[in-house]
């Protein structure tokens, strides 16, 4: 992970310290703290991942056969 971005996440926590209030506090700001910072870091979901890479894979697979077809009409 980028230094910035864990430098930002123990600020964030070490500030929520010491305002400390309940154990459940704690716990519950500890987590929308590291939500939000993961969604700054625009991430993808592994689903969306796999998703895209068949995507990519089937669109190589046509590339190829389109690039014979076109060395086939070598005029």
Known sequence: MNSK????MTESIKGLAENIQSGNYIEE???A???AIIAKL??????EFDTQQM???ATRKKLDELEQVIKGLKI
């Open 5 to 8: 971005i864990i430098e930002t």
């Open 29 to 31: 700001n500890i987590k």
């Open 33 to 35: 703290i590291v939500t």
């Open 55 to 57: 995507v990519l894979i």
């Open 42 to 47: 625009d991430l993808v979901s592994r689903e």
